[in-house]
C-alpha cells in the first residue's frame, strides 16, 4: 500500500529549515517533523483546513496519539513552528491563544506602565513585574483579581511572610516593587484609596554596609575555570571578562546586541539603569568575544550576543539565567562565596581600581553610576587611606 503524502508537504522543508536556524540538532527536528506531517493527517482526515489551526485542535490531536499510542513525548514544538511558518508565508492562521488569567493580564498592564510611561528600564521593570505577580497569584490565584476587596494590611503582612526569607536589599525591591503598582491600581481606578502609603519601608540605612567583593586570585580562578573547548565555555568565559573587567551588570550583558559592539573603534555600547554609555573594549576582551562568535555562538537569527546553550538558539531572555551561570561556575572553581550572583565582580572591579589609585570619580566613571554618592560607599574598602584618619586610643597605640 503506498504510503500517502503528508497535507503539510508543501511545508515540510522550510519546516525543517526553521528547526535548523533555531539550532536544533538532527534527531529532533526529524522527530517534529513526523509529528508535523501526522498532525496534517489527523486534521486532513477530520476535513479541516491547515490554515485555522488552534491550541484546541493540537490538544484534540495530541489526546487521540495518546490514546492509540500511548504516552505522548517529544513536546508540542511542531505546532509552534507550524504557526511561524505559516506567519512568515503570509497564511491566514488563527494565531494560538494567550491563556492570560486576570493576574496575568493586570501584571501585562503594570508592565506597559512602567516601560512606557515610567520610563524604567526592561531589567527593573521585568522584576517589578515578576514581584507583583507573586503577590497577585499568592493572593488571587487563578480566580478574579478584585484588588478593591485588598487593604494594606493584607500587604504588610505578605511582606512580613516574605522578609523572613529574604536578604535587605531584596525586600526593599519588594516593597518598592509593591507601592509602585498600588499606586498604579489607584492611577488607573482599580482601587480608591492610596494603599501604598501605609506601607512601610524595609528598616535600613545607606551606604552602611561594605561591598564585598571577590579576592582577584578567585576571580582568574574562576574565568580559568570555563571549558573553552566547548561553544559553552566560550560564551561564559566572555561574560565572565566583561563583569571582571568592564563591571557589566547581568541585565547589561543578556541586552547586548550585536550592533553594540564597534570593532574598528574598540568601543562597546552599554544599556544600563544610566542609559546608553560607550566603554573602551580591552583587547583579551575583545578576543574573548571574538572566539565565541566565531566558534562557539550557534547560527540564529536573533541579534544579542550570547545566545541560549540549547536549542531554540534565541538569546538570553533575563539576568537570571547569567547570575545562574555565574553559580554553577564559582561551585566549579570550588570557591565557597557567600555571595552567588555577578554583582561582586562589580564590586571587586571598583575595590581594585582604588587599590591602584583611581580615584572615586573615575570608578563612578566606569560602573556608569547616576548618583556620585553611590560611588563613596568604596572609600571604605581603602583600609590604608582610613587608618591616617583614626585617632589614636586613650592610653593604647594608634
Same mark, same amino acid.
Given at each position: ?177 509593591? %507601592? ?5 491600581? #489607584?492611577? !488607573?481606578?482599580?482601587? +480608591? =484609596? @492610596?494603599? *501604598? /502609603? ?22 582568574? %580562578? ?5 571549558? #573553552?573547548? !566547548?561553544?559553552?565555555? +566560550? =560564551? @561564559?568565559? *566572555? /561574560? ?159
Amino acid at each position: 500500500m503506498e504510503k500517502r503524502a503528508s497535507p503539510l508537504g508543501a511545508h515540510l522543508d522550510d519546516l525543517a529549515e526553521h528547526f535548523a536556524s533555531a539550532g536544533y540538532c538532527r534527531e529532533h527536528s526529524r522527530f517534529q517533523l513526523r509529528l508535523a506531517a501526522e498532525f496534517g493527517h489527523w486534521l486532513s482526515r477530520r476535513r479541516l483546513p491547515l490554515e485555522e489551526m488552534s491550541l484546541e485542535r493540537r490538544d484534540a490531536f495530541v489526546r487521540d496519539r495518546v490514546r492509540q499510542r500511548g504516552p505522548f513525548c517529544g513536546g508540542t514544538g511542531f505546532f509552534e513552528a507550524l504557526c511561524e511558518v505559516f506567519r512568515r508565508k503570509g497564511l491566514i492562521v488563527v494565531a494560538p491563544p494567550v491563556d492570560r488569567t486576570p493576574v496575568k493580564r493586570l501584571v501585562d498592564g503594570f508592565d506597559l506602565y512602567l516601560r512606557q510611561e515610567r520610563r524604567l528600564v526592561a531589567v527593573t521593570a521585568v522584576r517589578y513585574a515578576a514581584t507583583v505577580e507573586d503577590w497577585l497569584r499568592n493572593r488571587f490565584g487563578d480566580g478574579p483579581a478584585t484588588l478593591s476587596s485588598v487593604s494594606a494590611a493584607d500587604v504588610i503582612a505578605y511582606i512580613q511572610r516574605q522578609s523572613t526569607t529574604l536578604g535587605r536589599m531584596t525586600a526593599k525591591l519588594m516593597v518598592t516593587a509593591l %507601592r509602585s503598582f498600588l499606586q498604579y491600581a #489607584r492611577y !488607573r481606578g482599580y482601587i +480608591r =484609596r @492610596d494603599l *501604598a /502609603i501605609g506601607i512601610p519601608p524595609v528598616a535600613g540605612w545607606s551606604r552602611t554596609a561594605i561591598p564585598r567583593g571577590m579576592p582577584q586570585q578567585h576571580i582568574r %580562578r574562576v574565568i580559568a575555570c570555563c571549558d #573553552r573547548r !566547548r561553544s559553552a565555555g +566560550r =560564551r @561564559d568565559y *566572555a /561574560i565572565l571578562l566583561l563583569f571582571a573587567r568592564l563591571g557589566l551588570r547581568a541585565g547589561e550583558v543578556t541586552s547586548l546586541t550585536l550592533e553594540d559592539i564597534d570593532w574598528g573603534k574598540g568601543i562597546l555600547n552599554v544599556r544600563g539603569k544610566a542609559g546608553a554609555s560607550q566603554l573602551p573594549l580591552p583587547a583579551d576582551v575583545g578576543e574573548a568575544i571574538a572566539a565565541y562568535l566565531k566558534r562557539g555562538r550557534p547560527s540564529s537569527v536573533s541579534r544579542r550576543v550570547f545566545l541560549r546553550a540549547y536549542a531554540p538558539a534565541t538569546g538570553l531572555k533575563t539576568p537570571g539565567g547569567v547570575v545562574a551561570m555565574v553559580g554553577r561556575t564559582l561551585k566549579r572553581a570550588g570557591i565557597d562565596s557567600p555571595r552567588r550572583g555577578s554583582h561582586q565582580f562589580r564590586h571587586a572591579l571598583a575595590t581594585e581600581m582604588l587599590r591602584r589609585g583611581a580615584s572615586l570619580g573615575e570608578i563612578g566613571e566606569l560602573l556608569r553610576h547616576r548618583n556620585v554618592q553611590t560611588t563613596t560607599i568604596y572609600a571604605k574598602v581603602d583600609l590604608t587611606a582610613l587608618r591616617t584618619l583614626a585617632q589614636p586610643w586613650p592610653g593604647g597605640q594608634r
